[in-house]
């Protein structure tokens, strides 16, 4: 399915700065790139992309204090399926594959030592994995309400399944706390949505089952096959939309996230599938 | 330099468990691991040692209850040299390997985003980083108490900076999160200690300065030339030297670290010297 | 019901210190101290007994280092009663008393302003407080788990209600945070306890219904009219057992509560009752 | 010194709810309310001042939805006197009043018990409690930025002693928690402000020194003088402007405090006196 992704942001540099931004659709097995254009405004010189894992980023040297826009499009074409998780099995830890095992450490918004017990008395009864994020995710839903503002840069999965409230970022932090809790790896996920609304990045979760990471969304705002993907981390600290260091501030953002082929049939999470779309 | 390491623990199994032990010395451009043994008894099949990253992870997967004895031994070869910092630069965050953007960012439990304002205001006024990363470490070393059992597996820096009591993980902690502070990227290391007294694994971090990662210890308990490294992580979160994962308690552990070889001459961190030993 | 109490404490006295005690039976209107005596070896000098509110501290100005062995034993006389709560209405605050309202402030350990969402989540739908305080009080003795050593000084209501262990004096403060969340004034309860094994001090909270101050207990472990009264306040930083001033550490404690009376009728908290003892 | 003070504030009532205002002057033995006039618009019915302890509260039941409007005004007489801590002595908390024991206690802002290392490194060395309460107050002054929208209704002394940022609410917070910490009785003082720009209510903080509650500012921007006192407290939990119960917003506030006399002369608070102000 392809998609049409932008970013407009604008920045007020007061001294030197670097700037990393993470606004680029990324290519892998199932999402390609068809084409993109990015450019800052007035011009800084060669431009970086660099990467770190599999996430790009672009790193911005402004040297010069003033204000710049930045735009970002892309053409992407993904490719979304379910799975059929009837048969869903226990989860071995002992033949996970290594490179996922830093996704089942505490980390900095998502401390699910912190959560063992809060999570095996929801959930570990339930003695499957597919069936466990599920139930988690609807639990999230459920139980913490989508605010604008109710959170900050400082708020964790610690404070949000406490404080219920939240935005998706939020939502995400939890989803993933809870499955390292429950041994099951997870990471965060930043992307463009179609049909969110209002158009904003939009952030979930990945959970790593039977050798796939496989995408859930807590706040069940958008189908989970119009997403595009821009990064994963180990939550939102590695996976920022942007870095900023130096003395510069963002005045203005947009993003949007456009249908560019026919025959768009969303996936919902819902209950009664036994299977999941992936990215 | 040769040491000859060691550890032995001894593990209660109640249920079926997997424990990812993190005792292996590693093998770097600076350290060889000359020989090394290692046995699980009663005996539980064939080993399986995983690497994440440049870590060495010896995975367990034991299925019957009882009590295990853990070995470790090897003979290493490590290599520290003093480096000259008379001529420290600022360092430039436009030019920084982007293998090693990730530790900037906060982690469970070096919350830099949180300590900013601290961080600048007792080290934002020296303008070089060694001499910032040197300063940081001897206020750690002047206003935190080293306790033994004054922190939990849940304190952070963000507690310890505050709290002024802890032990070696804390000061790390403390220490990675200040160079993140002021946009030096910083990680955990955990080693075997030469003349740690009394012995244990030891845990100190590393500053990437100029292109390299360089030691640094706020306990100032040891030579910083005694140390064998075992693993590198974002924060003790991601280099723990064990997790278990089911019912299994730890019930005995011992380390060791002895000089294999003549000619030990100690470096200790001093005000004075402009250069510092790595590994 | 008589009861008999007494505390045999011992202090290590490194230096000249003030320790304020809390271990004094309360006389009020459903309890009489019939005799007590209490003494500190070596003597220290004529005994301070002073009040803050309704409590009664003993404040021992120690000046010379030493051992100091204390005693405090009292017959207590007190009464308790079932209240019926049939027709249990809504609370209004407009009518409360004054000298409660401080009671519905967030406090040290009971951080109500934070548990909003999850009070009201979890028991906002039902509509008269008697019946919330039960229900709340269920969920905790249902979702905690008492383990001792699982807790510090520093845990918090915030703490417990997603760590879920703890011990009497986190299940009290869980209890009264989710009260006054629920804008139920709610207070700290220390006193000896019938029947608790092992024998210790123990701590429960009171919720102020309809113009009385009732006892509630979520951990369950005794019968409600088997306990005598020692202090009430805010949260445990009010109604600690101890404040000690100086270097100076508890070396061995140890306290009783038998009964010297005949007839003893055990009321242990339940569902079914639609009264509550009070104290 | 005379001073005319009012407030106005407008709060939407969306569903019946409870109001409790502490914007009343206080009477005490340093202020006196001259007049005073306060109103409701629309009426709600007869008008409830309630006590608790020295504070004086406006409780209003607004049973009826909509806008209402609240005025308040009064004439204010107090007085201030400098004195002489020349002669500084080390305080006793042998012979403290008892009615000023609980303001050592840790309460929600002010984690005093988190803050005994800090404190004592800092301020440990200075032997009389006069010279610590200036000095932690310089150093809360020097340390923390007043940053308006820096700190939020969670944010903590434990929080503000290492984000150093805040208003004056969390300047009182880390001066009374720091002075709890070394064993001086503090507590928190809201108030109007005379030359406070842009004017709002100010928070500061009291210190018991040998008997006398004594005002101490850590923002230093206004005269310590030019205080209307309104209430005092544990901290901004026990003495909040206001406390809502109920679905209603504050939708605009304004407050003023003018001089209604002659020969006003600002003291500020200065390393060199040996006296302060008190209210």
Redesign the interface.
Known sequence: MKFKVSTDMEYEVRSAS?L?LSIHALNTSHQTVLSEQFSIIPNTGPT?I???GENR?W?L?IKEPGTYKIHYEALVDNFARTVDYSDDKEL???ELD??V??Y?????YC?C???H??AH?LFGDIKTPFKQVTALTDWIHQ?V?YLSGSS???TSA??T?????GVCRDFAHVGIALCRAL?IPARYFTGYAYQLNPPDFHACFEAYLHGEWILFDATKLVPLNGMVKIATG?DA??AAIA?I?GDTSLTAIATACELADEGFEPIIYSDSITGIVYL
């Open positions: 670097t990393i970086d660099v990467t770190t980023l790193r040297d071995s830890l002992a290594p490179a095992l830093p089942l450490n505490p980390s900095r401390q030592d912190k959560l017990n809060f008395n139980n309400k900050s840069t400082e610690f404070d399944v406490t404080e219920q409230q041994n180990l600290a590695e870095n260091f």
